[in-house]
């Protein structure tokens, strides 16, 4: 059976969006999501939780993320979940981490506080980018100048 595997998280950015670049020159954003719930406990109590998602934004998805958003700022997010595995080097113990590929985004809101204390991001309209239906996993991670001969990343009402 084949399996699905798609994930739509709303939340804020914890600190600023962390770009960085391969070294065959693809762009790719780190992000870190709070994710908050409220519920109600079996007495009535108010209560909230915070759920901390690990993002990485790829190409030019990733560079207009880290261009135009800042911590704090609410994001809502489309991707796919990934399991990073590796060796600690200190323990040499097998780690794991659960994360998310970013395929699309929306900006949730458009503030437009420029310069408000760590840099607000300018006024934009609601913004959504996808990859195509039939790339493959790998397809977010490329675009058109991208030398790896991977399809470039089509994008569909973004503004600039």
Known sequence: M????????AGNLTAD????????????ARLRLAVNRSYKTDTG???????FVDVDAWGQQGETISQFLRKG??????????????????????????GVVLESFTFIDSRGQ????????????????????GAPPSASTS??????GAP??????VPF
């Open 2 to 9: 084949r399996g699905f595997n798609k994930v739509i998280i």
């Open 17 to 28: 969006p962390e770009l960085k670049y391969t070294p065959k020159g693809t762009a790719i």
């Open 45 to 51: 109590e108010s209560r909230e939780e915070v759920t």
């Open 152 to 157: 470039p990343v089509e994008e569909d009402d």
């Open 73 to 98: 700022r609410p994001i809502l997010v489309e991707g796919r979940l990934k399991m990073d595995t590796w060796d600690d080097k200190a323990t040499g113990q097998k780690r794991s981490k659960l």
């Open 114 to 133: 420029e310069g408000a204390g760590s840099g607000g991001a300018p006024t934009a309209p609601p913004t959504r980018t996808r990859q195509p239906a």
């Open 143 to 148: 675009s058109a100048s991208d030398s790896d």
